[in-house]
């Protein structure tokens, strides 16, 4: 909550409720912020939607590598997770078609009540068959891998042809490395992303920052608890 403001701050208030990210002192009591980086947080949401920064992995993973069309099929892995349960229904909203994978049935009821169209379980390590049967064999346009070892591999071979990988997580272990003249004929690309958000960006020009609307949208999706 804003508590104080500097001479000729006009797009904030006393009072206002605000998030942010890229900032040094997060963990104060207080912090002084620059206005460019503040995103006003609606007054329906409650603490724990405000949170940004699952959402802004979401955002920049669905923003910044390729456009998300209507119609297109999307892998989720582990999308049950924070990050996983934010793309599902951001990719719903887009008109996708969403193929979401998780280690356990309980997490695949979290998976099918967020709007997922298909939802296969990853931990027997066959997932890969699954989704060339939903896809009648053609595999997916996009996929979003936070699992790494276990799963990469296969994920290379669900991709229809120039088809984008993302990993961005590695809760199995490290992704193996890619050989490209083995896979030369498949006509896709992977993407290893950094970890974490830009800790470099000039404050009020970083990608997070130019687009709060899309952030907002993310936290407004709803996140569910799973074990």
């Not at 892995?77 to 078609?97: M, T």
């Not at 027997?124 to 346009?141: C, K």
């Not at 979003?144 to 071979?157: H, R, Y």
């Not at 992977?190 to 130019?210: E, K, N, Y």
Request: hydrophobic fraction near 45%; charged fraction near 15%.
């Amino acid at each position: 909550m804003v508590r104080a403001i500097g001479a000729g701050v006009t797009t904030l208030k006393v009072g206002s409720r605000v998030a942010w990210i890229n900032c040094l002192g997060s963990y104060a009591s207080q912090v002084v912020l620059p206005v460019a980086q503040a995103i006003v947080v609606p007054e329906h949401f409650r603490v724990e939607e405000a949170l940004l920064f699952q959402a802004v992995t979401a955002q920049y993973l669905l923003s910044e590598y390729r456009t998300v069309n209507p119609g297109d099929v999307v892998l989720v892995h582990a999308a049950a997770g924070g990050v996983g349960q934010l793309l599902v229904q951001w990719l719903k909203h887009l008109g996708a078609a969403v193929i979401g994978t998780a280690s356990s049935e309980a997490k695949l009821d979290v998976v099918r009540s967020l709007g997922a169209d298909h939802a296969i379980n990853y931990a027997d390590g066959e997932f890969l068959d699954a989704v060339l049967d939903v896809t009648n064999g053609r595999g997916v346009d996009i996929a979003f891998d936070a699992v790494g070892a276990a799963t990469f591999a296969s994920t290379l071979k669900a991709l229809a042809p120039r088809g984008l990988a993302l990993i961005y997580g590695q809760a199995s272990g490290s992704a193996p490395a890619i050989d490209p003249q083995r896979h030369a004929g498949g006509g896709w690309v992977a993407v290893r992303l950094h970890p974490g958000p830009r800790r470099d960006a000039t404050p009020g020009r970083s990608r997070h920052s130019r687009h709060p609307g899309g952030l907002v949208e993310a936290c407004a999706c709803h996140l569910l608890c799973t074990r």
